[in-house]
């Protein structure tokens, strides 16, 4: 059963199907949640939120806590949703630090990331040699961020201008892909080797004609043959100028195939793309099609 309720009656555990603003607003890239900790409610109602939809057959109802709630004080409830979220939340998943707090941290993480990578993607451009060390930092950088509070930095993902198309894409890919792998449960050292991967996806794109990249019109078939090429112009890159571990590499190789068999450059299915590969085509799908480009507006995630 679906009931409407303000924000101040939302609990740890129940629901949410809808919001009275737009989930857009909000740094939750899913629009309906189980509401997991204290700081998805604050990040709500940091977002302006101030009454929900929630649905009594998939999380808690109200009628399960409204009594008790009202008459205990404001800090025995925290501490009462906070242990409840705690012993019902995978280990581990848990933000260390609330949102508002993580978020300007975040910020400058964000910030830092588009200098390198742009630098990165110059870099490639020219044929220079790869800066991997500094890569790398801003991988773990992205990586601990996520991992204090990932509410944070994904919102920032949701930053989307089609100048720098590129820079801003392979950088929210790493934030969703780390999102991701987290929520999956992903030891630390593998999510640093997705992180670092994922930011390197797109590389060879700087081996195509900038012109045909962000051509505004609907490509001729030889147009995209030649688009399809950043994959291997990618990996051929990486092979000349990193020395990167096998399992990086997969997002940058992986991340157009399908597992229909449909994507390139190999028409792999499934069970033969690595779980980097294909949580890279997901994230990078989801980037794309939500972000402006010079060819379409971006769909909001809501209507995803
Ligand atoms: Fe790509």
């Known amino acids: 059963m679906r009931k409407q309720i303000p924000i101040e009656q939302l609990r740890v555990g129940m629901y949410v199907v809808g919001l009275d603003r737009s989930w857009i607003k909000t740094p939750f890239w899913r629009h309906r949640m189980q509401v997991e900790s204290l ?4 990040a709500l109602r940091a977002c302006g939120v101030r009454s929900v939809e929630i649905d009594t057959e998939k999380g808690l109802d109200l009628a399960s806590q409204g009594g008790i709630v009202s008459t205990v004080d404001p800090s025995s409830a925290r501490i009462a949703a906070l242990s409840s979220s705690r012993a019902s939340s995978p280990q581990g ?3 260390s630090t609330p949102f508002e707090e993580e978020l300007s941290v975040a910020k400058e993480v964000y910030k830092q990331a588009k200098v390198v990578i742009g630098q990165a993607m110059g870099d490639a451009r020219e044929g220079r040699g790869l800066d991997i060390e500094a890569i790398s930092k801003v991988s773990e950088g992205l990586l601990e961020s996520v991992l204090r509070n990932t509410e944070a930095l994904s919102s920032l993902s949701r930053l989307k201008s089609f100048d720098e198309y590129t820079f801003f894409h392979s950088v929210n890919v790493a934030i969703l892909a780390l999102a991701m792998g987290r929520h999956l449960g992903m030891p630390r050292e593998a999510l640093s080797r997705l992180g670092l991967g994922a930011l390197l996806h797109d590389i060879g794109k700087m081996k195509i004609p900038h012109d045909l990249l962000n051509a505004p019109r609907r490509l001729e078939a ?3 043959e030649i688009i399809k090429q950043h994959v291997m112009r990618g990996a051929e890159y990486l092979s000349q100028h990193a020395v990167l571990p096998e399992e990086t590499l997969r997002p940058l190789l992986e991340h157009h195939e399908r597992v229909d068999g449909s994507g390139y450059p190999t028409g792999r299915r499934r069970k033969e793309l690595s779980q980097f590969g294909l949580i890279a085509s997901i994230v990078d799908i989801y980037d794309a099609i939500t972000a402006d480009r010079v060819y379409h507006e ?7």
């Open 39 to 42: 700081d998805h409610i604050e």
């Open 222 to 224: 030889g147009e995209r």
């Open 298 to 304: 971006g769909v909001p995630p809501i209507r995803l």
């Open 93 to 95: 998943k848990e933000p």
